[in-house]
Nanobody
């Protein structure tokens, strides 16, 4: 079992950048695939990006491709989401999630979740 804590959210102008971080407890972090999800006001939570346990593969939702980049540092138990060219529609609470095994886009397949960090993008 692992616990996840996100950080790095904040208020940024459109076109700006933020880097979200997620630190995981536990000694088996490298065996978990990690994902980032987000939930905008009045909307359902949606997939943003995922990375495999060894960082060999990544997956992005179409709206994130070319703007967001997921990475991880297994030595530090960290996963990151670099967000560039931010848009007002990126405003949401961003969640870090983990699952044992390969990365997935379906949030129901993630077993461990952080509490989220707020990202607000002004126009």
């Amino acid at each position: 079992q692992i616990q996840l804590v996100e950080s790095g959210g904040g208020l940024v102008q459109a076109g700006g950048s933020l880097r979200l971080s997620c630190v995981a407890s536990g000694r088996t972090f490298s065996t978990y695939a990690m994902g980032w999800f987000r939930q905008a006001p009045g909307k359902e939570r949606e997939f943003v990006a995922a990375i495999s346990d060894g960082a060999g593969s990544t997956i992005y939702t179409d709206s994130a491709k070319g703007r967001f980049f997921i990475s991880r540092d297994n030595a530090k138990n960290m996963v990151y989401l670099q967000m560039n060219s931010l848009k007002p529609e990126d405003t949401a609470v961003y969640y870090c999630a983990a699952r044992y095994g390969s990365s997935r886009i379906d949030q129901s397949e993630y077993f461990y979740w952080g509490k989220g960090t707020q990202v607000s993008v002004s126009s």
